[in-house]
């Protein structure tokens, strides 16, 4: 029997990716959407064409009684979960003094609790089977604060020490859990928001490149496979360095 993944947020952008390159690596696939549900639909229709089951399922991450609905539906088409990626996520571009209540609430119900709560509901099921993963996509800000991007901040840093706390507690039932963080990664989203993003990220990387949603993909795989089955809370970084850099004063040597 194929092992299931469910990945939220997975109908564009890196968890669309995700969860595509899961499906053609062996898994059954679970396409989570909060908007555009016709993109979703067309996702799983893709797959479906290739032999692969998939569904599409909607679900607001941050509401229980639609994270519940959710796992109805995929243990009504699958029976099981084997494997969960908490990519949901939504941000509020905004200074501090002028981050709205409702924004903050927004960003941290998504990101934070929206992985609280997914990841809840499928360690109940993997706890009954004894084994099973989960990756949590956290942040470069994981890492690093970053302006304008308070809400945001807090939310991929509580979501690192989530990923910790939650791999010590669920361990022994045979269930992983860690994060991947992405760096600069190019997407729709991402190339509206900046202009020029590539040449203005890049540069900066040890790498010299910017990241694709395939590099965080590879990763994710990764890390649910069995080949990372003695891995758990831990962070990747997929950043092509730039995190792990310091901010030397002026010297010969250049970045």
Known sequence: MKPTALV???????GKMIVSRLARCGYDV????????NSAERLA???QKEGIRAISVYADVGISTDVDAMF???FASFGKIDALVNNAGVQVWKPLLEVQEADWDRVLTTNLKGCFL???RAARHMREQRSGAIVNIGSGCNKVPFPNLSSYTASKGGIEMFTKSAALELGPYGIRVNCVAPGAIETERTKNEVADFAKSWSSLAPLRRIGTPGDV???????LSDDASFISGQTLGVDGGLFVQPRWPDSDYKF
Do not use: M, P, W
């Open 8 to 14: 939220t947020g997975a109908n564009s952008g890196i």
């Open 30 to 37: 679970a396409i989570n959407y909060r908007e555009d549900a």
């Open 45 to 47: 229709q893709e797959l």
């Open 72 to 74: 109805e539906k995929l």
């Open 118 to 120: 997914c990841t809840q």
């Open 217 to 223: 993909a590879a990763a994710v795989e990764f890390l």
